[in-house]
């Protein structure tokens, strides 16, 4: 589920410009580059506000308001506000209807407090839409990290809106934030879970996030879901989940990004688990679906890696077909409460299975080591709550043995290390594709490799060679 924006464009002649999009930044593109919609005395130039809304019916009530809204109501909102919207709402139109259609709260709030001239804005025919002045990182971070329950959720919504930002300044904004948010971090547990859609992902991770919160702990929730990178559509967003976990306020939810590729749907995740963490959420989850590759970038930003199955057979033949189960450290076998007998005996076949794989050694066997973690199976059903602690008395022994033996710091440094590498590949790969030189000659080279006439490999090398 990826937020709607509601925006507010100050325009040339200093009337404001409302609209919705669940593609902010696509959207403010188009306003700098199309002249479509308005005059030339009214262009927008400048983005004054926007909040989020969790469902495009909510955003599309909300700016339907503010479209009848008098210029100091808006201003007040640009300004945030709150307080005088309503007061104002209340001397002209029903509050009630105002408070159904506000942004969600701790998501949206008046991102920037600018004051906004009504006379017309002086500047070329065509401006282009100055950059809108965001909060100082400083002060975000501060917020993050040692922000009251309400400033720190609005915190760190602005903090992911803006690392998941393709703007280069908001890039640039985006890796001083979380420079400043690194030394606060680290600290939480990182839990992935997998499993394929209907498997019960949401349905566990609500009964162990409250399971937990009730120990005392804080969660945040992440997904990655690639396939709201291709279709738009998600295999996770669509449909009403974790209605207790969501609303709890030692919770943290956050959809997974839903533009861009694997590798950087699965960077902004990893950027996102960072500031929660400075925000003291101890325990991470990632959720992701068994499609794709994204059970290998989830692994590989998380100490501990569980695949969930369904008690049929087959199941876990596929998951050692796809290299799946090489990465659990945890199976868990949900929804033992259909048939505890095929839970029983999927759980003894993905034993067996894991020993083949060489990851189980047997308690018996003289290559079994009581001081490395040998992944385990388990049955629960998530939807009865059975199960949830002898879950977490497993997760909490893999923590303490792998924190004993070392594992748990050289995994992670093997992962900033993976990590590192994979973002300059694919930096380099963009700063490849977009050189004037490569680009001026790889159409050419393209069809002479095509056609036949010029190797792949000495085509590979001039190319590079025009980049160096
Ligand atoms: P997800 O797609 O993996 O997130 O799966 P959901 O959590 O949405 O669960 C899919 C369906 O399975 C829902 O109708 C759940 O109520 C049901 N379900 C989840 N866990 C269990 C369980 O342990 N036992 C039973 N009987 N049903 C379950």
Known sequence: MKPFHVYLLLCRDGTYYAGHTDELDARMLQHQTSDTGYTATRKPVQLVWQGEFESREGALAFEQQIKGWSRAKMEALIAGDW??????????????????????????????????????????????????????????????????????????????TLLESTRADHRAQGDELLTALLPHSGHAFRLGISGVPGVGKSTFIEALGLYLIDKGHRVAVLTVDPSSTVSGGSILGDKTRMEKLSVHEQAYIRPSPSSGTLGGVAEKTREAMLVCEAASYDIVIVETVGVGQSETAVSGMTDMFVLMQLPNAGDDLQAIKKGVMELADLVVINKADIDPDAATRARAQITSSLRLLGLQGHPEHAHHNDAVWHPQVIQLSALLGRGVDAFWAE??????????????NTRRQQQARAWMWERIDAGLKQRFRVHPQVRAALDDTTQRVLAGTLPASTAARQLLDLFD
């Open 83 to 160: 307080e005088r919207v309503q007061t104002l709402a209340r001397s002209k139109q029903g509050l009630d209807g105002l408070r159904q259609a506000q942004p969600e709260r701790g998501i949206a709030q008046a991102e920037r407090k600018i004051p906004v001239r009504p006379e017309p804005v002086e500047g070329p025919a065509h401006p282009e839409p100055t950059t809108p002045v965001r909060p100082p990182v400083e002060g975000l971070a501060h917020q993050i990290v040692s922000g009251a329950a309400m400033p720190q959720r609005r915190a760190i919504a602005k903090a992911i």
């Open 395 to 408: 997760v909490s022994r893999f923590r303490t043995l792998q924190t004993g033996n070392g594992q748990l």
